[in-house]
């Protein structure tokens, strides 16, 4: 079974940092896309970060660009979201999400339950 479980989301400061990890498992993450997806109270869903297969180059939104970034561990098939500086605006679920294809961050497939990350002092 194809399956994605988050976890490391909690409560934090305006400026702290957190890391959120995704654990994959029926398939190997490091040959699709990946993808980190948010949505806050009462908004959208909105793509955060991602990695590509293969190689793993990396892309994040301009939101979230220098503060966020996305890296796997293939040894134990594992995504990652770092998140630094953090803002009361991030403060959502987060999502991770497995692309049909190694690369294109479109076509989410699969969807982890998310966790909840909080923002606030």
């Known amino acids: 079974e194809v399956q994605l479980v988050e976890s490391g989301g909690g409560l934090v400061q305006p400026g702290g940092s957190l890391r959120l990890s995704c654990a994959a498992s029926g398939f190997t993450c490091s040959n699709y896309a990946m993808s980190w997806v948010r949505q806050a109270p009462g908004k959208g869903l909105e793509w955060v970060s991602g990695i590509k297969g293969g190689g793993g180059s990396t892309n994040s939104a301009d939101s979230v660009k220098g503060r966020f970034t996305s890296s796997r561990d293939n040894a134990k098939n594992t995504l990652y979201l770092q998140m630094n500086n953090l803002k009361p605006e991030d403060t959502a679920v987060y999502y991770c999400?497995?692309?049909?294809?190694?690369?294109?961050?479109?076509?989410?497939?699969?969807w982890g339950q998310g966790t909840l990350v909080t923002v606030s002092s």
């Open positions: 999400a497995k692309s049909l294809t190694n690369w294109n961050f479109g076509f989410l497939e699969v």
